[in-house]
């Protein structure tokens, strides 16, 4: 079993930059790989980033890339996601996820609680 909470979410101005973490807690967490997903209001939930259990390989949707990076500390048992020149559209609640790591939401086995980014224009 994998507990998994985010942390790091609020207000901020477009062009800014804003981490968030997403600490797990289960001795197998570190063979998982991590997703990061956002559902903005009314929206569905999409994917946003993804890292392998090694760190050694990472995604990201084409709306994100190159403005945002994922990495992982396993020695910690976190994951972040760094958002630079973020944008509007950019505002949902982010949450993060273990398990098989892919782009799709049943790629993974357990979610966090989801941290919200609000980035105001």
């Known amino acids: 079993q994998v507990q998994l909470v985010e942390s790091g979410g609020g207000v901020v101005q477009a062009g800014g930059s804003l981490r968030i973490s997403c600490a797990a807690s289960?001795?197998?967490?570190?063979?998982?790989?991590v997703g990061w997903f956002r559902q903005a209001p009314g929206k569905e939930r999409e994917f946003v980033a993804a890292i392998s259990w090694s760190g050694g390989s990472t995604y990201y949707s084409d709306s994100v890339k190159g403005r945002f990076t994922i990495s992982r500390v396993n020695a910690k048992n976190t994951v972040y996601l760094q958002m630079n020149s973020l944008k509007a559209e950019d505002t949902a609640v982010y949450y993060c996820a273990a398990g098989r790591v892919g782009r799709r939401q049943d790629d993974y086995d357990f979610w966090g609680q989801g941290t919200q980014v609000t980035v105001s224009s």
């Open positions: 289960g001795r197998t967490y570190r063979t998982y790989g």
